[in-house]
């Protein structure tokens, strides 16, 4: 099993994240799971059949951009950093 981190951040204001997901591969099947808060306060748990389904659910709200978390700083309000900038 491994699992891959990833953020859905809002295109419009990237250091807002808009939910936190999981995408997760297991010898019996593929599984994405997505955690966000709603405006109320009230915490969501999604399960869909890939990122690209999760990001279209959550597209509905506002446009957002795909992170995966190696490559991601939105946990500390930081624009995501250029992976590959980094790495020079």
Not at 1 to 18: C, H, Y
Not at 50 to 61: G, H, I, K, T
Not at 69 to 83: H, I, L, N, T
Request: charged content about 25%; some cysteine; overall charge negative.
């Amino acid at each position: 099993m491994s699992a891959t981190p990833f953020a859905l951040i809002s295109v419009e204001d990237r250091t807002k994240v808009v939910a936190y997901g999981l995408d997760i591969d297991l010898p019996s099947g593929h599984d994405v799971i997505t955690f966000r808060r709603e405006p109320g306060g009230q915490p969501t748990f999604s399960v869909h059949q890939s990122v690209e389904r999760a990001q279209d659910r959550y597209n509905m709200l506002t446009p957002l951009e795909l992170v995966w978390e190696p490559d991601c700083a939105c946990s500390a309000g930081e624009e995501p950093r250029d992976s590959v900038a980094d790495a020079g």
